[in-house]
């Protein structure tokens, strides 16, 4: 297996709070890996190191062995790493196939794309294809502001899935949605990004959603992980149990 | 409005209307020109309004493109029109493109008060230049058109027309065909969500320093058209005033089509002209009133006036 990310000690903190406290991971190819945690457990703030929204206080990222520490989110995403938001990042006034075509022109025109038309009847094909893959084509002409929240999930990620990403991190893709909805959502998402042939990260609350869709499970507790296990033993942790599901989850975990 | 009637509007019908334009009766050949030429400016300003930037300095770049004309015939032996407009622009262009490097990095109304701030710097440098004509500025020498000088000033107004009418439609050509491409629609995204723009894996602030240089450009270029049809340049053409009008002919305007900058620049110098002419001691309350009217009661500018009675006709059935 190769390594697609390494971090080394990777310390973040914020005055006082350490939300990152000597990281040390590995991350395979073709893993799908869950992050959980409670919140303010360091989960997000990883998440935004990876793809350099934040800078480590110190520590190392590698990505295929280049250090990519320090990098920006531009960057981040030019070499692979992409990423979906907890609270949807769209453009609120145009409509989803508007959002999703812009996506698809920044992949693919290069560094100064200012002359060739977005709009060509080729892509807005592939652009629909896209969005039938992620199950939204019905809502191709709504404004995203007016979207529903389970849409605007879909939207998110399908914009970050084009520019051809070997690293996706999606930050609680499930959040805010009903249950009915959720695992039709991940259905969707990992289906679609099977075909890519992405390793995913991503950050969940909901212990179901874990252990049906997590090949490993990373558990963050104080800005340390405490568990890195596959997700039937992680979730049987003590540690995990006791830091992670006894504060997060009200349900009873299954398996 | 379908893409098929704007995009025939813009390849057919403005240069028709520019070309009816040349037979305006002589009084009115000069305010077509300066229409044409603070249209220009506009047209960058607008571009920059997409990306929800007002600058309120852009006055900075026509009076760049102005002195340009003044200056470089004293220096090299280059007096034709549509050249020196070219070469205006072009170092119009080069000094956005430096000073971009630090606008590109300001949003809203820190933006707007750094464009101000540059170009009342150049503003200063050019009333304590004894050399630059200090507050009087200097005369533009008689220019050419393709190697051929007219004898009449009538004539000359009508070469000149042409010169502004030809460079006015390519600049709306270029513009319109940026618009639709990434770049171009990352105008409105940018304005929505930053973030994002950056996360799809593109430099904002690269998008934001191309539209400062286009913006600034085009605003040489109108500059330069207007130093040649007044004969003159003088600091009041970099000073607040002036740029406080560009933006202001912008909201006249709106933002929706790339001829709306053209047309809202004919209205207002019409506007003005007229304001001046019957109303000499109140004609600032006239312009203001109607600047009032129009955000009251057209948001959009007068081009969603086109708009509107447009959709009308299509029966709903236009796409944007």
Known sequence: MTAILRAESLYKSFGAVNAADNINI?????????????????????????????????????????????????????????????????????????NLMIAMGIAEEGTMPFWKPLATDERAKRCEEILARYEILEYRDQIAQTLSQGVRK????????????????????????????????????????????????????????????????????????????????????EQVRQFVIGETVHAPVAG | MSPAFRSNLLQIGLPVILALGLFMPDWAI???????????????????????????????????GAYMVGILPQY??????????????????????????????????????????????????????????????FNVVETSYLGFVPEEPIVMQRMLYIT???????????????????????????????????????????????????????????????????????PEMVWWIQSGEFVFVTILSGVGNVIAPLLGSVVFEILRTFAIEYAPQAWQFVVGGCLLAVIMFLPGGLWSLIERSKEGKDDGNSSR
């Open chain 2, 30 to 64: 000069f305010l077509g020109i300066i229409s044409l030429a603070k249209g220009l400016v506009v047209l960058g300003l607008m571009l920059l309004w997409r990306t929800g930037l007002v600058s309120f300095g852009q006055g900075l770049f026509y009076g760049a």
């Open chain 1, 154 to 237: 879909l939207l998110d990620i399908a914009m970050a899935s084009v520019h051809n990403p070997k690293m996706l991190m999606l930050d609680e893709p499930t959040s805010g949605v009903t249950a009915a909805e959720k695992f039709s959502i991940m259905d969707i998402v990992v289906t679609a990004l099977k075909q890519q042939d992405v390793t995913i990260l991503f950050v969940e609350h909901d212990m179901e959603i874990i252990s049906r869709y997590a090949t490993r499970v990373l558990a963050f507790y104080d800005g340390r992980i405490i568990a890195d296990a596959k997700p039937e033993d992680a979730l049987a942790d």
């Open chain 1, 26 to 98: 590995t991350i395979d190819e073709g893993e799908v890996i869950g992050v959980i945690g409670a919140n303010g457990a360091g989960k997000t703030t990883f998440v935004n190191m990876v793809t350099g929204y934040l800078a480590p206080t110190s520590g190392k990222l590698f990505f295929y062995d280049r250090d990519i520490t320090g990098f920006n989110p531009k960057d981040a995403t030019e070499i692979g790493i992409c990423r979906s938001f907890q609270i949807p990042q769209l453009f609120s006034s145009g409509t989803t196939f508007d």
């Open chain 2, 164 to 234: 502004a009418a030809v460079v006015a439609w390519f600049a709306c050509l270029f513009v319109n065909r940026y618009l639709g491409s990434t770049m171009g629609r990352l105008s409105r995204a940018i304005k929505d969500n930053e973030l994002r723009v950056e996360y799809l894996g593109f430099s904002a602030k690269r998008a934001v320093h191309f539209k400062i240089v286009i913006a600034g450009t085009m605003a040489g270029a109108g500059g330069a058209l207007a130093a040649i049809a007044i004969g003159h340049v003088d």
């Open chain 2, 76 to 137: 090299l032996p280059i007096t034709d029109a549509l050249l020196l407009v070219l070469i205006s622009a072009v170092a119009a262009g080069f000094l956005a493109f430096a000073l971009g490097f630090l606008l590109r990095r300001y949003r809203e109304i820190f933006f707007a008060m750094l464009c101000l701030a540059f170009s009342m710097i150049f503003f200063g440098i050019l009333v304590k230049s004894e050399s630059l004509g200090s507050t009087d500025g």
